[in-house]
């Protein structure tokens, strides 16, 4: 069996990855293209208690204790869900992966970018996702869904403008550096042009045909 394809999704806060992702998978799904969406932190049993230990925006966690524990959830969600899926030849859609914990921890909050390599290579061995879509926004933009659909929740959402400027340029630096894994598409069109162009890009980079 040909073994399935992994995307991420990554960007900013309010940057619709959500919605982008939920388009995706019902696109998938009527092409016949087995596909599962997950997320991270989280996506699996035991990433799921280690995310709520995260987020918690009551818990101020220093950067690298914070680093080790997102890298812990990541092991046990690629061990248990998606290397699975992977080989049984499902297409894994997911929601944030390690370039996210190179933008926050890296780029937003300091941390050495070679230690998080090491974690990473630790954690994941030479493992990359097929493809990865940034979903990039100008600060002020995402803020300005945060605040519609409600306060920030979490304690990422609720930091300064400036660490999430440094997040945003965090990933569009990530994406200049791996230009073959990953694509930055503009947030601020409109839900059904991203959409579409997602859908091209998942069709001409991996082969996969979604217009039946």
């Known amino acids: 069996m040909e073994s399935g394809k992994f995307i991420t999704f990554e960007g900013g806060e309010g940057a619709g990855k959500s919605t982008q992702i939920k388009l995706l998978k019902t696109a998938l799904e009527t092409a016949n293209i087995p596909v599962i969406a997950t ?3 989280g996506g699996s049993s035991g990433a799921e208690t280690i995310r709520n230990l995260l987020l918690n925006p009551e818990k101020d966690w220093d950067t690298p204790t914070e680093t080790l524990l997102h890298f812990a959830a990541r092991a046990d969600h690629f061990t248990t869900r998606i290397a699975p899926a992977l080989k049984n030849g499902d297409c894994v859609l997911c929601d944030r992966f390690a370039d996210s914990t190179r933008a ?6 300091g941390l050495d970018i070679k230690a998080i390599e090491i974690l990473y290579e630790l954690t ?5 996702p097929d493809l990865t879509l940034i979903l990039d926004i100008p600060v002020q933009i995402g803020t300005m ?3 519609e659909r409600g306060k920030a929740t979490d304690r990422y959402e609720q930091m300064d403008s400036a660490f999430h400027q440094r997040l945003r340029e965090g990933f569009l630096d990530i ?3 791996e230009p073959e894994r990953c694509v930055v598409i503009d947030a601020t069109a409109d839900i059904d042009t991203i959409a579409s162009i997602i859908k091209n890009c998942v069709a001409n980079r991996l082969g996969l045909s979604l217009f039946k």
């Not at 926050?104 to 909050?109: D, E, H, K, M, R």
């Not at 994941?124 to 990359?128: S, V």
């Open 39 to 41: 997320r991270e932190p």
């Open 104 to 109: 926050y921890q890296g780029y937003g909050l």
């Open 124 to 128: 994941l061995g030479e493992f990359k």
């Open 145 to 147: 869904r945060l605040q």
């Open 175 to 177: 994406a200049k550096n």
